[in-house]
């Protein structure tokens, strides 16, 4: 199967760098040029020190930008920040296609398996209880829903249980990749006006594909996965409609969330949680926070041009 995913709003997957004006770019007539220190006559500051960086880029920088840089965005909007988010030049990288995959199927095995949904609610309860690192509290859990017990016959008619993680019979490839301009420079705020930073994302339009590969002796994966998109993607859609978030068309896509300030809900069980055992939920909210040091919530929603980042349309193609 093919998966296709379709930008409908900026979306932001993060290279791990910040940029800083002046030192990393500088942003002339509109467009952002990221500056190739190895292109610069450094040499002159070193023999001179009356001659400064900033004359660097001043002299020579301003006159001829493409030179002395290594890549160039369009600024799409003006922010007041003075650095800029850098980007994964993957896009959208495999990893994360099936990190969201891994999500959907979990949602969908918990709503539709009243036993899994036991197990994993307990074990989520265990963990609090005990106090452990975050990157645990749901991580067992989650992995024990996942987890099939086969058996397997050994030497001398010996068979013993072989227990393996489903998904990991799951490869995706990425196919495309986007392109420079398939990419922009925008302005990230929240709808308080409390927030803003420049980052590098993603354009709405920009198409990146992917093989999804299942092993054969579990092809039941391939119709599974797919009720588990439409139906992740039905109730978080209906969340944030309730919410005030506009949802893009899709047509015979499925709207999903991607990437740097989509939200906790997109990419947890949550809104499962929520629905299941609110008292828990509440639980989960109040060990995150404390841990953090700060309200781990819902309220901020992330927004470029006015419209939430993170949109894109997926389609599963046979």
Request: proline share 5%.
């Given at each position: 199967?093919?998966?296709?995913?379709?930008?409908?709003?900026?979306?932001?997957?993060?290279?791990?760098?910040?940029?800083?004006?002046?030192?990393?770019?500088?942003?002339?007539?509109?467009?952002?040029?990221?500056?190739?220190?190895?292109?610069?006559?450094?040499?002159?500051?070193?023999?001179?020190?009356?001659?400064?960086?900033?004359?660097?880029?001043?002299?020579?920088?301003?006159?001829?930008?493409?030179?002395?840089?290594?890549?160039?965005?369009?600024?799409?909007?003006?922010?007041?920040?003075?650095?800029?988010?850098?980007?994964?030049?993957?896009?959208?990288?495999?990893?994360?296609?099936?990190?969201?995959?891994?999500?959907?199927?979990?949602?969908?095995?918990?709503?539709?398996?009243?036993?899994?949904?036991?197990?994993?609610?307990?074990?989520?309860?265990?963990?609090?209880?005990?106090?452990?690192?975050?990157?645990?509290?749901?991580?067992?859990?989650?992995?024990?829903?996942?987890?099939?017990?086969?058996?397997?016959?050994?030497?001398?008619?010996?068979?013993?249980?072989?227990?393996?993680n489903v998904m990991n019979k799951v490869i995706i490839k990425q196919l495309t990749k986007p392109k420079h301009n398939d990419c922009g420079v925008y302005?990230?705020?929240?709808?308080?006006?409390?927030?803003?930073?420049?980052?590098?994302?993603?354009?709405?339009?920009?198409?990146?594909?992917?093989?999804?590969?299942?092993?054969?002796?579990?092809?039941?994966?391939?119709?599974?996965?797919?009720?588990?998109?439409?139906?992740?993607?039905?109730?978080?859609?209906?969340?944030?409609?309730?919410?005030?978030?506009?949802?893009?068309?899709?047509?015979?896509?499925?709207?999903?969330?991607?990437?740097?300030?989509?939200?906790?809900?997109?990419?947890?069980?949550?809104?499962?949680?929520?629905?299941?055992?609110?008292?828990?939920?509440?639980?989960?909210?109040?060990?995150?926070?404390?841990?953090?040091?700060?309200?781990?919530?819902?309220?901020?929603?992330?927004?470029?041009?006015?419209?939430?980042?993170?949109?894109?349309?997926?389609?599963?193609?046979?």
């Amino acid at each position: 199967m093919m998966v296709e995913l379709t930008i409908k709003t900026p979306t932001f997957v993060l290279g791990g760098g910040r940029l800083m004006e002046g030192i990393d770019f500088v942003v002339l007539n509109n467009n952002l040029y990221v500056l190739d220190l190895n292109k610069l006559p450094i040499d002159q500051v070193i023999r001179n020190p009356r001659v400064s960086f900033d004359s660097l880029i001043r002299d020579f920088v301003t006159r001829d930008p493409m030179k002395y840089s290594s890549r160039l965005y369009s600024v799409e909007e003006q922010c007041g920040s003075g650095e800029v988010l850098d980007h994964n030049p993957e896009g959208i990288p495999a990893s994360e296609v099936k990190g969201f995959l891994r999500t959907t199927y979990l949602y969908w095995l918990l709503k539709n398996d009243a036993e899994k949904r036991t197990r994993f609610l307990g074990i989520v309860r265990e963990r609090i209880s005990e106090g452990v690192a975050l990157n645990r509290v749901s991580t067992d859990a989650e992995d024990n829903v996942v987890l099939v017990v086969s058996d397997k016959v050994l030497y001398e008619e010996e068979v013993k249980e072989a227990p393996y993680n489903v998904m990991n019979k799951v490869i995706i490839k990425q196919l495309t990749k986007p392109k420079h301009n398939d990419c922009g420079v925008y302005c990230i705020r929240d709808r308080e006006g409390k927030f803003s930073i420049r980052a590098l994302g993603l354009r709405p339009g920009t198409v990146i594909r992917y093989e999804l590969i299942i092993d054969k002796r579990r092809e039941y994966l391939n119709p599974d996965l797919i009720k588990a998109l439409r139906e992740f993607s039905t109730d978080l859609v209906a969340l944030e409609s309730r919410r005030g978030v506009r949802v893009p068309e899709c047509g015979d896509g499925l709207p999903i969330r991607v990437g740097y300030g989509v939200g906790r809900r997109w990419k947890t069980m949550l809104n499962l949680l929520e629905s299941l055992d609110p008292a828990l939920f509440r639980d989960v909210t109040n060990y995150v926070s404390s841990k953090l040091g700060k309200v781990w919530g819902d309220s901020t929603i992330r927004l470029v041009n006015n419209e939430p980042v993170g949109w894109v349309c997926v389609r599963v193609i046979p």
